[in-house]
């Protein structure tokens, strides 16, 4: 079996994510199968060093009508027999086709897309992949739904295959070496609240930073951390800490020492940051949006995401409570053993032989 996979993508925070596991686990399975992987020159050195992968470079930027055909040619050069775009955006060509939708936040939340036509874009192209690709992959049932409900008829090809969690995450980093890290970010282990993602219309972050700062003295010294991007319209205070994009060990640190991971986001299509949290022993407080109550179980607090009052209380019971908190961190870690790349990237494969099939 002779596999394309789309990588330009592949140091993005949750496609890339994605991509390195898929690509990892393959990498570590015995599957008999040559895998063409178009990524820039660049980002060559992201792919895992195997004589099964071969690295061919493409460079066309994403959501661009040249990388439609520039896919195409590069699928024809390779004699491929089977290609996986790893998100909704699917390159004219005649071979099989697998794709993943991983959720539908251009078209359900068009406020948190980069402009006035990026709804429109995603509504037609996401349509167009899921109709033509032989199986359509997704992490959550959740996703499942929601194309089905858009695009009848497409459930028979639809396959489930949750997102895994990377090892390191279960790894504890040196505790010297942590706590230098949380002197760089201002931030006392064990005395902060955690945000890791994005600042999009949809992530309900204002939510967060209203709760916390109401919750105010039920919370005591506590602070509240944001990770991964500039967040330019939160003040940052004594009690509001950005630390912007941060590499892999502070991330992990991070997670180690937070009092709780917080997701209030109104929709997730999975919420990966949920699982790295939990196998880092972290409690997580987790809205109900989306594919969260799917993915966490009974491994979080949950509130929902219309409800500063439920939020306000879910961060006052986790920071009070020692009980709860150690619950939700052998319950978290159970859970997140639950999910592995391995088992997702075997999933793939048998989506890619059964999209050969016809």
């Not at 990524?39 to 439609?68: K, M, T």
């Not at 929601?146 to 504890?172: K, L």
């Not at 201002?186 to 005395?191: A, K, N, S, V």
């Amino acid at each position: 079996m002779r596999v394309g996979i789309d990588c330009r993508k592949i140091v993005d925070f949750g496609i890339g994510t994605y991509i390195r596991g898929l690509l990892g686990a393959f990498a570590e399975s015995d599957v008999d199968a040559e895998f063409v992987v178009y990524v820039p020159v660049s980002l060559g050195d992201q792919v895992p060093d195997d004589p099964r992968f071969e690295i061919v470079a493409e460079d066309s930027p994403s959501y661009s009508v040249r990388e439609l055909f520039a896919l195409q040619h590069q699928i024809d050069r390779s004699r491929v027999e089977v290609f996986h775009s790893p998100h909704y955006v699917t390159p004219m060509t005649t071979v099989p086709l697998v794709v993943t939708v991983h959720d539908l936040v251009h078209i359900l939340f068009p406020e948190s897309t980069p402009s006035l036509l990026a709804p429109y874009y995603a509504n037609w192209m996401i349509g167009r992949s899921v109709n033509r690709a032989r199986r359509v992959l997704t992490p959550s049932e959740t996703v499942k739904r929601s194309i089905v409900e858009r695009w009848p008829g497409t459930a028979e090809r639809i396959v489930i295959t949750p997102n895994g969690v990377d090892a390191r995450f279960f790894e504890r980093v040196d505790r010297a070496r942590c706590d230098e890290i949380l002197r760089a970010c201002r931030l006392e282990r064990g005395r902060f609240f955690l945000y890791v993602g994005n600042d999009k219309e949809h992530k309900n972050i204002a939510t967060l930073v209203a709760a916390f700062l109401e919750e105010g003295d039920a919370l005591g010294m506590c602070q509240l951390a944001f990770a991964g991007r500039e967040f330019r319209d939160i003040p940052e205070t004594s009690s509001i800490v950005k630390t912007g994009y941060v590499e892999d060990e502070t991330l992990r640190a991070l997670y180690q020492s937070a009092l709780a991971l917080v997701i209030p986001s109104a929709y997730e299509g999975f919420g990966l940051p949920a699982i790295e949290a939990m196998a880092s022993g972290t409690p997580v407080i987790a809205s109900t949006g989306g594919a969260l109550p799917e993915v966490t179980g009974d491994a979080a607090v949950h509130f929902s995401p219309s409800s500063r009052a439920q939020l306000r209380e879910a961060l006052s019971r986790v920071a009070q409570d020692d009980i709860l908190r150690a619950q939700l961190v052998e319950k978290g870690l159970r859970r997140a053993r639950s999910f592995s790349w391995k088992t997702s990237a075997a999933s793939t494969v048998a989506a890619y032989r059964a999209a050969m099939r016809g």
